[in-house]
């Protein structure tokens, strides 16, 4: 079946980038939009920004340019990057199969990783 | 602030009804597909209803979903206590150009 596993540090120091990478199994990559969306403690879900499996992205304007999505179809797996981070970065971080778009929306999320900015 | 409004919380009794509204706009609810996600304490989200009102292979039809205009819903029938869960309903916004959340509703069995 269909599989999604996050992995990264999880202590991020203050204005460093934090770095994921999802590892995916059970699917090839090609055909799929992908997405990463994190959840801060105690909070509600929160759409960082999805990927093509061509490499088009499209990045929630909230996070104001400091984040970059890509993917490498030959390690079948996507990675996220968050710059300058700050506390509110602090969240759980899932990747997921789909864009919220489309007759599915997002139909696979990975268990999640638990980043913390201090 | 959500972009997509529901109620943070709702409670019934075992087999009773329960609905769950999302109320969001012309740019999302209106015109695109609702989705929604049930998340129990520390674990992932999971897709429950796509499409408006399908359901994955796997979810019991106690689980129902509806929309009109710009306002979803989520309506959960026989209720049980394994239903007590965080339950986010989420739409494309043509505006952001990208997925928006409801703040979600946690759902006590009383």
């Known amino acids: 079946q269909v599989q999604l596993q996050e992995s990264g540090p999880g202590l991020v120091k203050p204005s460093e980038t934090l770095s994921l990478t999802c590892a995916v199994s059970?699917?090839?990559?090609?055909?799929?939009?992908w997405s990463w969306i994190r959840q801060p403690p105690g909070k509600g879900l929160e759409w960082i920004g999805s990927?093509?499996?061509?490499?088009?992205?499209n990045y929630n304007p909230s996070l104001r340019g400091r984040v970059t999505i890509s993917v490498d179809t030959s390690k079948s797996q996507l990675s996220l990057k968050v710059r300058s981070t700050t506390g509110p970065d602090t969240a759980v971080y899932y990747c997921?199969?789909?864009?919220?778009?489309?007759?599915?929306?997002?139909?696979?999320w990975g268990q999640g990783t638990t980043v913390s900015v201090s | 602030q959500s972009v997509l409004t529901q109620p943070p919380s709702a409670s019934g009794t075992p087999g009773q009804r329960v609905t769950i509204s999302c109320s969001g706009s012309s740019s999302n609810i209106e015109t695109n597909y609702v989705y929604w996600y049930q998340q129990f304490p520390g674990r992932a989200p999971k897709l429950l209803i796509y499409a408006d009102n399908q359901r994955p292979s796997g979810v019991p039809d106690r689980f129902s979903g509806s929309k009109s205009a710009t306002s979803a819903s989520l309506a959960i029938s026989g209720l049980r206590s394994e239903d007590e869960a965080d339950y986010y309903c989420?739409?494309?916004?043509?505006?952001?150009?990208?997925?928006?959340f409801g703040g979600g509703t946690r759902l006590t069995v009383l």
């Open positions: 990927i093509h499996y061509t490499g088009s992205t």
């Open positions: 997921t199969r789909g864009r919220g778009a489309g007759t599915y929306g997002m139909d696979v």
């Open positions: 059970g699917v090839s990559i090609s055909g799929y939009f």
């Open positions: 989420e739409a494309w916004d043509d505006s952001l150009t990208g997925p928006v």
